[in-house]
């Protein structure tokens, strides 16, 4: 595809998203921006140079410059460089929003990190941008795990599990049991409330993911955007109306295009599940 996408931060995360993201081959052109420009333009060469070994094409530069931004398909915010490096969060998130702004049009902005939930009211509230824009991929590199550890208690494949993750980081997710399923099977047939149970302690502890699991949902969720995809991903979003709660953010499934968000899908939930997500939510 004949697409850039930009990413803020040349930290660990942000070249994760990028090597997943030239590994996919699904965009034509990635841009690390990091105002530690050597350090952006680095990581760029070292990836681009991989691909000789990996087999992919994908072209990678590195700049200082956020106006590069201009005319991407997708911009991802990450984490910039230093020792360790640390993910934009908070005010400086939103000031580097409010710069980048008037570069980057309506292009969607995908929030990488696992602590940048705070970062989508402010875009909305205070930097007018569009929440359908916004698009908070971690909950992404959550569910894959948790696909994981059921595959491993079920013994199966994780290819075999479906299953979706709602409410908000950090301890407030919520797995809907009863609309999952193994092989297409309803995985509370195949489960145990016992297992159920064990699942669910080891879930918890599987918040934060690392940089390379965020770094990997980021690229497949950017891949969606760019490509339109016909599959729902469990992302971050603010919640306008489902599950009867507005203005705050949540995790829900989501269909993506290259305008952000255009559909939002909520599953049903039994009595328990439903006053587990109305506490997480603060609902």
């Not at 333009?41 to 070292?46: I, Q, T, V």
């Not at 049009?105 to 930097?127: D, K, T």
């Not at 797995?175 to 879930?203: F, K, N």
């Amino acid at each position: 595809m004949n697409a850039t996408v930009c990413i803020v931060g040349a930290g660990e995360l942000g070249a994760a998203v990028a090597d997943a993201l030239a590994r996919r081959e699904c965009v034509a052109r990635i841009v690390l921006i990091d105002d530690a420009e050597a350090v952006a333009a680095g990581k760029a060469l070292d990836i681009q140079q991989s691909g000789a070994i990996a087999g992919f094409h994908t072209r990678l530069v590195g700049s200082s410059d956020l106006s590069r931004v201009t005319g991407c398909a997708v911009c991802v915010l990450a984490d910039r460089t230093g020792r360790p490096s640390s993910e934009w969060q908070g005010d400086e998130a939103l000031g580097l929003l409010k710069r980048i702004a008037p570069f980057l049009g309506n292009a969607p902005i995908v929030l990488a990190g696992s602590a940048q939930a705070a970062v989508v009211p402010l875009a909305v509230r205070e930097a007018g941008v569009r929440r359908d824009r916004l698009i908070g991929s971690a909950p992404e590199a959550l569910v894959h795990a948790t696909r994981a550890i059921v595959a491993m208690e079920a013994g199966c494949s994780p290819t075999e599990v479906t299953l979706t993750v709602l409410g908000t980081p950090p301890s407030g997710f919520v797995v809907p049991w009863s609309d999952a399923s193994i092989g297409g099977y309803a995985l509370e047939r195949a489960l145990t409330q016992v297992q159920l149970t064990r699942l669910e302690a080891r879930m918890a502890r599987l918040w934060p993911p690392g940089p390379f699991a965020l770094g990997a949902a980021a690229g497949r969720v950017a891949e969606a955007i760019v490509g339109s995809s016909r599959r729902s991903f469990s992302v971050l979003t603010m919640l306008g109306g489902e599950f009867g709660v507005r203005g705050r953010v949540g995790t829900l499934p989501a269909l993506l295009s290259t305008s952000g968000i255009v559909q939002t899908r909520v599953p049903p939930l039994n009595p328990r599940e439903r006053v587990r997500l109305e506490i997480a939510l603060g609902a």
